[in-house]
């Protein structure tokens, strides 16, 4: 027996248990670790395991971004990394004697280390528990199942319904034919997820060809929502592959086809347990400000304050190149700050539900976001709406495409720059944290944009 009651009651359920995969995530949500042997867990749950503070400077392919300050300056240094709660769990994918188990990065004194977005979370997280309120948070994932075999230039293409043969490039939402066509993978993921404790709500296919959306349940704890978001990310990759076929939470991968998204639901609960936002509140609201049906004015003040804080956090929401292209007219995503009641074309929206279930639905974030960062911003911008007792503007009615209004930064480098500059971003993230994220952004940047594409040279070569 060791000091650490969840492990030694994982090992006795798993006795079989020879190798586990430590890993976190990047700034890009990439994981990153190392697979130790069983005889090592006991000094991990006691010392951490460390990692080169530098995980957290790497570019999508795994280069550090030397301006960080986190490579070369600081010699490359260790921090130790220690288990995060629940998340040991078995690998069923694997072998039976493999398990994984997460954690986060901390300062040799215990400090918690600034990089890891997680802790990013946490900061904001305090101030809600400042206010005796609790988030309760969901996360809707839409991804795509793809063919191993790729097309010209890497290109994706998808794979062959399981049961008619044939590739299918139409559109279909809500489709029961393709859950059909899908349902032993589907199956076989809800089965896995279960295993390693992470219960979705729902499944169903969305308009792409082999496109799906998973409601994972919701959670009064936004940590452990993320670290399960994290999980079913691995999970979903891992049973794809186990059935011959990938997985990819990209954004856009196909040009003409629907976009997949990372979509966030928030309510508050008080100390009571009971859901503020669907409580009326009068008394904080000036007696000429507009309800627009809604009579709690905190739900108002919360709409408030992810309005102003849209713009700032698109590099946060939107995070690669790739993230951009999923922003087109009439496409379920946002094109300005704008809000809703049950109105899918705008930024946030309150969904139809009665009282009890009033919430907030965040669709900004695109499937490729990392989980820990995007529900930090958004829960900044509930805070400060509420601390600022800010009310939104008139809610949109109808086609939310044909209104008029300052656009969001709809280009990488432009919301690179602007979350760089951003006070909000250096108020509720840190700043210490904020000019990080910036340089690491900025230096992914650079190296997208000095490789030349064939379509420059199908375009311009002969042209010009």
């Keep these: 027996m060791s000091a650490f009651p969840e492990l030694d009651r994982f090992l006795e359920r798993h006795p079989q248990t020879r ?11 990439v994981e990153r670790g190392k697979r130790l042997e069983r005889e090592a867990l006991e000094r991990l749950y006691a010392e ?4 080169p503070g530098s995980m957290f400077a790497l570019d999508v392919q795994g280069g550090t971004i030397q301006e960080s300050g986190l490579g070369f300056d600081e010699g490359d240094a260790d921090r130790p990394c220690k288990p995060l709660p629940d998340s040991l769990v078995p690998v069923p994918w694997q072998s039976e004697d493999v398990a994984q188990v997460q954690v986060a990065m901390y300062e040799p004194d215990g400090r918690p280390f600034f990089a890891d977005p997680r802790h990013v979370l946490t900061k904001v997280l305090d101030r809600f528990h400042r206010l005796n309120l609790t988030p309760v948070v ?5 991804f795509y199942f793809i063919d191993r075999e790729r097309l010209e230039g890497g290109m994706p293409q998808p794979p062959p319904l399981p049961i008619a043969g044939r590739r299918e490039f139409r559109t279909q939402i809500n489709s029961m034919t393709d859950l059909n066509e899908f349902s032993k993978v589907l199956s076989r993921i809800d089965e896995v997820a279960r295993l390693q404790g992470l219960p979705s709500t729902s499944a169903l296919a969305e308009y792409g060809p082999g496109q799906f959306e998973v409601n994972l349940e919701h959670r009064p704890d936004a940590l452990r929502a993320c670290d399960e978001a994290m999980r079913f990310k691995r999970v979903v990759r891992s049973v794809a592959r186990e059935q011959g076929w990938d997985a990819t939470f990209l954004p856009k991968p196909y040009r003409d086809m629907a976009g997949s998204g990372l979509h966030v639901h928030v309510s508050l609960l008080d100390a009571a347990g009971q859901n503020i936002f669907a409580c009326p509140n009068p008394a904080d ?5 507009p309800h627009y049906g809604i009579e709690s004015s905190t739900l108002r003040h919360a709409i408030g ?3 102003r804080s849209l713009a700032d956090g698109m590099a946060v929401c939107a995070p690669g190149p790739n993230s951009y292209r999923r922003f087109r007219p009439e496409a379920y995503v946002p094109m300005i700050p704008c809000w809703s009641i049950n109105n ?27 989980p820990y960062l995007v529900v930090a911003w958004v829960l900044a911008g509930i805070h400060h709406g509420i601390a600022e007792a800010l009310e939104p503007s008139e809610p949109i009615r109808g086609n939310a495409y044909r209104e008029s209004g300052e656009r969001l930064p709809l280009h990488w480098a432009s919301a690179i720059e602007r979350f760089a500059r951003s006070e909000f971003a250096a108020g509720y993230l840190g700043r210490p944290f904020r000019d990080h994220y910036a340089k690491v952004k900025q230096g992914e940047l650079d190296e997208f ?3 030349v594409t064939p379509l420059e040279m199908q375009w311009y070569l002969g042209a010009v």
């Design 19 to 29: 190798h586990v995969d430590v890993f976190l995530n990047d700034l890009n949500g």
């Design 48 to 51: 951490g395991m460390l990692l």
């Design 138 to 142: 969901a996360l809707e994932y839409e």
């Design 285 to 289: 609201a000036p007696d000429d400000a």
């Design 305 to 307: 304050g992810l309005l």
């Design 344 to 370: 899918r074309g705008t930024a946030v929206r309150i969904p139809l539900s009665d009282a009890q279930n009033r919430r907030i639905e965040h669709r900004l974030a695109g499937a490729d976001a990392n």
């Design 449 to 451: 944009n000095s490789h």
